[in-house]
């Protein structure tokens, strides 16, 4: 087993508990918080599969995707072998996706970010906004996590170049005497 995967089952002994711990009711808090969902400690979900079995991640997913299904007010609803189907989907096709991350695009998908479903949840419109927009969404707010990262490390090489010279300084006026 992986070392994330002994991290996370350190964390929640089984599926149940990480599943609990990890509900829809978190979703919005997730949302309020973009770096904590993209930057956080929580698991992927090929560390979800790795921890607790192949398919545990799918299984996590489905709550989630039935609560979105409930919340988006369509006519007609994934039946349950939809939401198993769109479940296995996000997880062989996002497996890098960080649990949180997920929790993210759904929240938005409920908000409206990524248009309106009309008459019935569609998984294709879903998979669909999960790889374009939100993928370009996330790429970009990496992106510029990367470049402010970046930014501060220069800025903390700059002030150490700083002391440095001071350093230096001294030694030769040390030197000198």
Not at 36 to 43: C, D, M, Q, T, Y
Not at 87 to 106: C, D, N, P, Q, S
Request: one cysteine or more; a neutral charge.
């Amino acid at each position: 087993m992986q070392p994330k995967a002994n991290a996370l089952k350190s964390c929640h002994s089984d599926l149940m508990g990480f599943c609990t711990a990890f509900n829809p009711d978190l979703q919005q808090e997730v949302a309020d918080n973009i770096d904590r969902a993209l930057f956080g400690k929580a698991p992927m979900l090929c560390t979800i599969d790795a921890a607790y079995g192949e398919g545990s991640a799918t299984q996590w997913l489905i709550p989630q995707l039935h609560n979105m299904c409930v919340t988006v007010g369509v006519k007609t609803k994934l039946d349950d072998v939809q939401l198993m189907q769109l479940a296995a989907m996000i997880r062989k096709e996002f497996g890098y996706l960080k649990a949180t991350e997920v929790m993210l695009f759904l929240w938005r998908f409920k908000a409206g970010h990524y248009g309106e479903l009309y008459g019935a949840v569609d998984p294709v419109r879903i998979m669909r906004a999960l790889r374009g927009k939100f993928s370009e969404e996330r790429a970009k707010h990496i992106e510029l996590h990367e470049y402010m990262e970046h930014e501060r490390e220069r800025e903390q090489w700059a002030k150490e170049a700083a002391t440095s010279e001071q350093i230096e300084e001294i030694k030769r006026k040390f030197n000198n005497k």
